[in-house]
């Protein structure tokens, strides 16, 4: 019996090895697969050096000169600009034709649309306005992946599209590189700009031309470097122009330039009346990625301050601020990286959205945190235009050592917005409607605070 024993124990050991071995395996070609799939996320510049700008425009000031080996990461892309993030932390913008133009390389895919009518997303979720539709067979350079979904660019802009909807193969697509206008152009253009006081010239590649004066309104077309416009007037932060070919829309200011000077007397007053345009205000949407924060049944928190910070961002784009987010998809944010890219970005302010949770189901409401004492008149001014909407109890303002708002320069609080863990607060925080509210809130508090 003894012997039995001892030789099911050897058994048992044998067996537990090659189990041990397995697993080991197993764990290491998973992670190998998660560092290769990182490594992809990154793309580099085939050029020796890169400018890095303040802005989306050559009119902004170079930060600094970054080498075009060093891997980089699309955050956000206006026009025919790229806010990049840079592995060595740096963080600017980028001409996308700088980083498009670039010739076959080993991490760079292609999408082919395998359906009729691919739906092209602003986001990665089903959720997200549909930009456009391409048509079966058309390729598009693959920036991004991420759970099922594809970063693609498109004529201009960035859009997602379902992984089940492409078929991915190796290689890069050349993009058209921007031309200066012929003699002939010129002369056409002159003919018709001599009937108008004033014109338009746009200052960068790929400019939008909107059929309304905000970010909402749809691209009519689109404007190469240096074309030519007739001014027709001015509207918040674009000029309202006619074509030579007679299309009229709106292009932003910061992308074109006027001759007339009485236009820069006119675009003064209103930078005095809403001194809110123009500022750079970074928007954290706390966790995110393998961190979901609190969780309450088939809520994370995670969702809610995603919805409600791209809510607010939608908000305040449309007042002209220069938003910019430290995530806007479901992807892991280092905490260093928002105090970092808020402050490289020399950003007016840093709101960070979270929701709060605790023991029991009872703590209900909003806290404001601030943590410098400069951040304490805005957070006050945010803390009672929530109130003002009254959708849920107010805490008040308070100090907060949080490492969001600790690392800051500029000015900036982080919002819980209630509770996860009282089933009345989650029932208004999850929906639209509230994060609408909250961002109707912020846009109030900051018109006011800005004047
Ligand atoms: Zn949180």
Redesign the pocket.
């Known amino acids: 019996m003894r012997d039995r024993s001892e030789n099911h124990f050897q058994q048992n050991k044998v067996a537990y090895l090659i189990y041990l071995v397995l697993v080991i395996g197993l764990v290491g070609f998973s992670s190998f697969q998660l560092y290769q799939f990182n490594q992809k996320s990154y793309r580099t510049l085939t050029t020796d050096v890169i400018n890095l700008r303040e802005g989306p425009g050559i009119t902004y000031d170079i930060k600094s000169q970054i080498e075009g080996s060093t891997p980089y990461r699309v955050m956000r892309q206006e026009n025919n600009w790229y806010y990049i993030l840079f592995d060595n932390q740096e963080i600017g913008w980028i001409p996308t034709w700088m980083a498009d133009s670039q010739t076959a390389e080993a991490n760079q895919f292609i999408a082919t649309t395998l359906v009729d009518e691919m739906d092209v997303y602003e986001e990665n979720t089903e959720d997200a306005e549909i930009i456009t539709t391409t048509a079966k067979d058309s390729k598009y350079q693959i920036l991004y992946q991420a759970e099922g979904w594809v970063q693609l660019q498109l004529d201009g802009e960035i859009g997602w599209v379902k992984q089940t909807d492409i078929d991915i193969t190796p290689g890069t697509i050349a993009y058209q590189q921007s031309t200066d206008i012929t003699e002939e152009e010129q002369s056409s253009y002159d003919d018709f700009l001599s009937d108008y006081d004033y014109t338009v010239t746009t200052t960068a590649d790929g400019v939008n031309i909107r059929d309304a004066a905000t970010t909402d309104g749809n691209i009519i077309t689109k404007a190469a470097l240096n074309e030519q416009f007739a001014y027709l007037g001015q509207e918040n932060e674009y000029y309202h122009v006619r074509a030579v070919d007679g299309t009229e829309g709106y292009i932003v200011n910061w992308l074109s330039e006027s001759d007339s000077t009485a236009m820069a007397d006119q675009a003064q007053a209103a930078e005095a009346t809403s001194t809110l345009a123009g500022r750079t205000i970074v928007l954290d949407p706390?966790?995110g990625g393998i961190d979901p924060?609190?969780l309450t049944d088939g809520l994370y928190?995670k969702e809610v301050?995603l919805q409600t910070a791209l809510a607010v961002r939608e908000k305040l784009e449309a007042a002209g601020v220069n938003v910019i987010m430290t995530r806007d998809s479901d992807t892991e944010v280092p905490l260093s990286d928002v105090a970092y890219t808020a402050n490289q970005a020399g950003a007016d302010l840093m709101i960070s959205f979270?929701?709060?949770?605790t023991e029991g189901v009872s703590a209900t409401g909003t806290t404001v945190y601030y943590y410098a004492d400069g951040s304490i008149p805005v957070a006050e001014e945010v803390q009672a235009q929530l109130m003002e909407q009254s959708l849920l109890p107010s805490n008040g303002v308070k100090f907060g050592d949080f490492q969001v708002i600790r690392e800051l320069q500029g000015e900036g609080m982080l919002i819980?917005l209630g509770y996860m863990s009282n089933p009345s607060d989650v029932a208004i925080f999850s929906q639209e409607s509230y994060w609408q509210q909250v961002a109707d809130s912020i846009y109030n508090a900051l018109t006011i605070y800005y004047q």
Do not use: V
């Not at 979270?354 to 949770?357: L, M, T, V, W």
């Open positions: 706390g966790h924060g609190a928190e301050t979270h929701y709060d949770s819980e």
